[in-house]
């Protein structure tokens, strides 16, 4: 659409400006401050320049769990948007069956996220839930609350039940936007169904698949409450990811400096994975 | 493309997949915890509604669904009222600063939560309004507001301008072409922004737990107390979790047919 240029819109926006400023600019600057400070109390605190961001850095505590998010956001993406593209394919089109899949796809979604850890607590555990006594009983060594690798599974079995049908709502969305006479053309050209998908179906469900990455990475880069409940980062720290290190540093210890360099250094890394893979996609799109 | 059987067989497993965790978890709050520690039963032998009692009996626990349906609330009604005029802004007007303006909104959402933690805990001490529920309220406008300017941007670019200079020439002033007929079309809209609003507010619990101590507590923080002495009181957990999905439920209902689009954020 050709917008007219209208400085006065400055108005319209001022409210968002101001709520987002005073929920934002001021934390996120409180943090920056923190960041370059050592603090013992008030009207106690030195300027240390960059000190924390070079400990930070340095901590391999965090290097660890740096990796664990890696991987797990990794694993999370590899595993929700192809099952997801999978649902959303098989999802009938119209109707009352249609509606009835969307609502009950959409309930995972709407769970507090303290309670979609409960669920598999309960879900998961050996005596009283029926996923850990079924694998129990086919004779499968099952313990999440013990064993790093069941812990593991546990947590990204977890959250492919939580997400994935947020990636089949979105993916399912982008195929009703598919005119039918696409479909027709293809019965006409006799093409098979692989070609249908791979030349009519994918290159239209990219503008969705490019928000369902993009919201899947910040959300399981950030992941805090779920495997907090569940496994509550154990056992060990073998499940422990980026918000809790940094929850249990700001909060538990009290350690503000090297918390708030680790924020910064957090969010900046969210900002350019993001940053980086919009780019990407925006830039093939030009390429064509 | 004729819907086949065996899409349909595939979908009735996904779903039923993703039912069996919710439907293990309202099978145990029927149950007692005798029955639920004496070992696996399938559905609740001896059907009991004690759980529920529990809860709703008792001042401390159902003040924790009143106090997160207050913040809920209050927040989906102030992401809506600031969000709508700067949607309108970004989808019909160019001015200085509008896509760096957008961007920065965006990064927001992109935030993770624990970063505000400490600051959000001081600057709402400072200003008085921590253990409130409008500051967890304007806590969670951090990341929905920007989605709902994202949102309500989609849906009000696919109004054509025209309607606007059309009301325009038939003589409406600017808000009462807005109320009476922009805010109409875009009704859809409206509510998808609204669902989620309020569905990302329900679900966080990481800000809310952390700006509330007594008085505005969530449902969320109020359920750990279920851990007690002697062990974890099951039965009560699980009914405490049945009641915090049921308001899900009910405002997915409200916007099944457009919850397709919303999901695709208006941008299909």
């Given at each position: 659409?050709?917008?007219?240029?209208?400085?006065?819109?400055?108005?319209?926006?001022?409210?968002?400006?101001?709520?987002?400023a005073?929920?934002?600019?001021?934390?996120?600057?409180t943090?920056?401050?923190?960041?370059?400070?050592?603090?013992?109390?008030?009207?106690?605190?030195?300027?240390?320049?960059?000190?924390?961001?070079?400990?930070?850095?340095?901590d391999?505590?965090?290097?660890?769990?740096?990796?664990?998010?890696?991987?797990?956001?990794?694993?999370?993406?590899?595993?929700?948007?192809?099952?997801?593209?999978?649902?959303a394919l098989?999802?009938?089109?119209?109707?009352?069956k249609?509606?009835?899949?969307?609502?009950?796809?959409?309930?995972?979604l709407?769970?507090?996220?303290?309670?979609?850890?409960?669920?598999?607590?309960?879900?998961?555990?050996?005596?009283?839930?029926?996923?850990?006594?079924?694998l129990?009983s086919?004779?499968?060594?099952?313990?999440?609350t013990?064993?790093?690798?069941d812990?593991?599974?546990?947590v990204?079995?977890?959250?492919?039940?939580?997400?994935?049908?947020?990636?089949?709502?979105?993916?399912?969305?982008?195929?009703?936007a598919?005119?039918?006479?696409?479909?027709?053309?293809?019965?006409?050209?006799?093409?098979?169904?692989?070609?249908?998908?791979?030349?009519i179906?994918?290159?239209?469900?990219?503008?969705?698949?490019?928000?369902?990455?993009?919201l899947?990475?910040?959300?399981?880069f950030?992941?805090?409450?779920?495997?907090?409940?569940?496994?509550?980062?154990?056992?060990?720290s073998?499940?422990?990811?980026?918000?809790?290190?940094?929850?249990?540093?700001?909060?538990?210890?009290?350690?503000?400096?090297?918390?708030?360099?680790?924020?910064?250094?957090?969010?900046?890394?969210?900002?350019?994975?993001?940053?980086?893979f919009?780019?990407?996609?925006?830039?093939l799109?030009k390429e064509? | 493309?004729?819907?086949?059987?065996?899409?349909?067989?595939?979908?009735?497993?996904?779903?039923?997949l993703?039912?069996?965790?919710?439907?293990?978890?309202?099978?145990?709050?029927?149950?007692t915890?005798?029955?639920?520690?004496?070992?696996?039963?399938?559905?609740?032998?001896?059907?009991?509604?004690?759980?529920?009692?529990?809860?709703?009996?008792?001042?401390?626990?159902?003040?924790?669904?009143?106090?997160?349906?207050?913040?809920?609330?209050m927040?989906?009604?102030?992401?809506?009222?600031?969000?709508?005029?700067?949607?309108?802004?970004?989808?019909?007007?160019k001015?200085v600063?509008?896509?760096?303006?957008?961007?920065w909104?965006?990064?927001?959402?992109m935030a993770?939560?624990?970063?505000?933690?400490?600051?959000?805990f001081?600057?709402?001490?400072s200003?008085?309004?921590?253990?409130?529920?409008?500051?967890?309220?304007?806590?969670?406008?951090?990341?929905?507001?920007?989605?709902?300017?994202w949102?309500?941007?989609?849906?009000?670019?696919?109004?054509?301008?025209?309607?606007?200079?059309?009301?325009?020439?038939?003589?409406?002033s600017?808000?009462?072409?807005?109320v009476?007929?922009?805010?109409?079309?875009?009704?859809?809209?409206?509510?998808?922004?609204?669902?989620?609003?309020f569905?990302?507010?329900?679900?966080?619990?990481l800000?809310?737990?952390?700006?509330?101590?007594?008085?505005?507590?969530?449902?969320?923080?109020?359920?750990?107390?279920t851990?007690?002495a002697?062990?974890?009181?099951?039965?009560?957990?699980?009914?405490?979790?049945?009641?915090?999905?049921?308001?899900g439920?009910?405002?997915?209902?409200?916007?099944?047919?457009?919850i397709?689009?919303?999901?695709?954020?208006?941008?299909?």
């Amino acid at each position: 659409m050709n917008k007219v240029p209208n400085n006065r819109a400055w108005w319209l926006v001022l409210p968002v400006f101001i709520l987002v400023a005073f929920s934002a600019l001021i934390p996120l600057m409180t943090v920056v401050n923190y960041s370059v400070q050592d603090i013992f109390g008030p009207g106690n605190a030195y300027y240390v320049g960059t000190e924390w961001f070079k400990e930070v850095l340095n901590d391999e505590r965090l290097q660890d769990s740096l990796l664990r998010q890696f991987a797990f956001s990794g694993a999370v993406l590899a595993i929700q948007i192809p099952l997801g593209i999978g649902v959303a394919l098989m999802m009938p089109k119209s109707g009352i069956k249609a509606s009835l899949c969307l609502i009950l796809l959409a309930i995972p979604l709407l769970i507090p996220w303290n309670v979609v850890g409960t669920i598999w607590q309960i879900f998961g555990r050996g005596d009283i839930g029926l996923f850990g006594w079924g694998l129990n009983s086919l004779g499968l060594e099952y313990n999440y609350t013990g064993d790093t690798v069941d812990a593991w599974l546990t947590v990204l079995l977890m959250d492919v039940w939580h997400w994935t049908p947020l990636v089949a709502l979105l993916c399912y969305s982008g195929l009703r936007a598919i005119p039918e006479a696409f479909y027709q053309a293809a019965e006409i050209d006799r093409a098979s169904k692989w070609a249908v998908f791979r030349y009519i179906q994918l290159p239209r469900l990219k503008s969705v698949l490019v928000i369902a990455v993009l919201l899947r990475f910040m959300d399981s880069f950030m992941i805090y409450t779920e495997p907090f409940v569940l496994t509550g980062g154990g056992p060990g720290s073998s499940t422990t990811f980026l918000s809790q290190t940094l929850t249990t540093m700001a909060i538990g210890q009290f350690d503000i400096g090297r918390a708030a360099a680790f924020s910064l250094i957090y969010f900046l890394i969210v900002l350019l994975v993001s940053w980086v893979f919009f780019t990407a996609i925006t830039h093939l799109d030009k390429e064509k | 493309m004729t819907y086949s059987r065996s899409k349909g067989i595939g979908m009735t497993v996904f779903i039923l997949l993703l039912l069996t965790p919710i439907y293990w978890l309202l099978n145990m709050s029927f149950k007692t915890n005798q029955e639920i520690l004496s070992g696996l039963t399938l559905w609740p032998q001896n059907f009991t509604l004690a759980n529920y009692a529990v809860i709703f009996s008792d001042s401390s626990w159902y003040s924790g669904y009143i106090n997160s349906m207050i913040y809920v609330s209050m927040n989906m009604t102030i992401t809506l009222l600031v969000a709508l005029p700067a949607a309108y802004a970004f989808s019909r007007y160019k001015f200085v600063g509008d896509k760096h303006l957008f961007f920065w909104l965006l990064s927001n959402r992109m935030a993770p939560p624990a970063v505000f933690l400490l600051p959000f805990f001081q600057l709402y001490s400072s200003v008085g309004l921590f253990d409130t529920h409008i500051a967890v309220a304007l806590a969670h406008c951090l990341f929905n507001v920007p989605l709902a300017v994202w949102i309500l941007e989609g849906f009000m670019s696919g109004v054509p301008r025209e309607y606007d200079e059309m009301a325009y020439i038939d003589g409406y002033s600017f808000p009462r072409f807005f109320v009476k007929i922009f805010l109409p079309m875009i009704r859809s809209g409206i509510g998808v922004a609204a669902f989620f609003a309020f569905m990302f507010s329900w679900v966080e619990l990481l800000l809310a737990r952390t700006l509330t101590s007594v008085d505005a507590q969530p449902i969320g923080a109020i359920m750990t107390r279920t851990v007690g002495a002697s062990g974890i009181d099951w039965g009560v957990l699980a009914a405490a979790g049945v009641l915090t999905i049921i308001p899900g439920v009910l405002v997915v209902w409200f916007v099944r047919n457009h919850i397709a689009k919303g999901f695709a954020l208006g941008r299909v």
